[in-house]
């Protein structure tokens, strides 16, 4: 099947959505998103956004599979155990879609990489599970500018927020009221859930559909179930993003 026809194909059934259309796919296809983390938020997120042809992806993600991932991490299969995460992932989400570009970095990051491996990316979502790599990337967005699309999960509990300082809060100005992520049990329904969530936020943001999650927070509470979203402000003596203007 000639490529055009395949795209037209493939796509079919969220072009129609309002606000999308031909240009809104164009834009998908001309995007760039870093998924920071491919565990249970990225498996989701990534998932999502190579079947709705985001045009290259990077997946950056140093861990080596284990048996207790697999609960919710389903890009991933049990013979893979002991093998590196990104490229496995890479490789389902290529026989998913072979029309884009995925490009799997087993890179650690950190304060003094994250800038760099983010890159020209048109967006990143960090789908991370601990604080302190958080914050390198929470900075590195800030210094080059590129929106960052954050989500946390604990429990049935599920955070998620659009990040573009100085026009909405940074990680740092909130993240501390946060509850701590010390190896919390996460159901795999809870980072489906929240990366899913992710991959919508960066789609609405990239072919332009209706308003980002920006200076706010939504709360899923899965227990009850309930969803609430509250503003968020900046904090003026925010370590990461004060005096940014
Ligand atoms: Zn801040």
């Not at 985001?54 to 890009?75: A, H, Y």
């Not at 990680?171 to 159901?187: K, T």
């Not at 960066?202 to 209706?210: A, D, P, S």
Request: glycine share 8%.
């Amino acid at each position: 099947m000639p490529r055009s026809k395949r795209h037209t194909e493939r796509y079919a059934r969220q072009i129609d959505t309002p606000g999308w259309g031909a240009e809104g796919q164009k834009r998908l296809g001309a995007s760039h998103v870093f998924v920071a983390g491919i565990g249970g938020l990225g498996c989701a997120a990534a998932t999502y956004l190579a079947a709705a042809g985001v045009g290259k992806l990077t997946i950056c993600d140093c861990d080596l599979l284990e048996l207790s991932n697999l609960n919710r991490q389903v890009l991933y299969s049990t013979v893979d155990v002991g093998s590196p995460k990104a490229p496995l992932a890479a490789a389902r989400l290529r026989a998913l879609n072979p029309d884009i570009e995925i490009i799997p970095d087993l890179t650690e990051i950190d304060h003094a990489n994250a800038a760099g491996l983010i890159g020209d990316a048109t967006v990143v979502v960090d789908c991370l599970d601990n604080l302190e790599t958080r914050v390198a990337l929470n900075r590195a967005a800030i210094a080059t500018r590129v929106p960052m699309v954050y989500a946390a999960c604990s429990e049935l509990t599920g955070h998620l927020s659009f990040l573009r300082p100085p026009d909405t809060p940074c990680l740092e100005c909130f993240v501390s009221r946060l509850p701590p992520a010390v190896e919390p049990a996460i159901p795999g329904v809870t980072p489906a859930t929240m990366g899913s969530l992710q991959a919508m936020e960066v789609v609405k943001y990239l072919t332009g559909i209706g308003e980002p999650l920006a200076g706010r927070l939504l709360i899923l509470e899965g227990t009850e179930p309930r969803i609430d979203v509250i503003q968020i402000e900046r904090d003026p003596d925010c370590p990461a993003c004060r005096g940014l203007s």
